[in-house]
């Protein structure tokens, strides 16, 4: 059994930073790929940010020199951060953690977990 829990969202001033936090759970060997995906109100869905299991890093290239993404393991458990800097209104979405694991009977889990959103306002 695989879980997946994401946590961080929230209100931010311009400007402020705020940490996403994924954390899968279980019979977790290793990811192949975690990351953050984002949807803002009348846009589609996109990359933030994503990480693979050599630790390379696909960051958008709106995120780029604000946001940075990590990884660590633990036994049965994978976690994966965001750290968000310098966030502006246009960061204000809905943030969704995309998870591909590697349990230790082999099998592939793909699971998406969604959160509360960050809203940035348009000024402090």
């Known amino acids: 059994q695989v879980q997946l829990m994401e946590s961080g969202g929230g209100l931010v001033q311009p400007g402020g930073s705020l940490r996403l936090s994924c954390v899968a759970s279980?019979?977790?060997?290793?990811?192949?790929?975690m990351g953050w995906y984002r949807q803002a109100p009348g846009k589609q869905r996109g990359l933030v940010a994503a990480?693979?299991?050599?630790?390379?890093?696909?960051?958008a290239e709106s995120a780029k020199g604000r946001f940075t993404i990590s990884s660590r393991n633990a036994p049965n458990t994978v976690y994966t951060y965001l750290q968000r800097s310098n966030l502006k209104a246009e960061d204000t979405a809905v943030y969704f953690c995309h998870a591909v694991l590697i349990a230790y009977d082999r099998r592939v889990y793909d699971y998406d977990c969604w959160g509360q959103g960050t809203q940035v306002p348009l000024s402090s």
């Open positions: 279980g019979s977790v060997f290793n990811k192949n790929s």
């Open positions: 990480i693979g299991s050599c630790g390379s890093a696909n960051v």
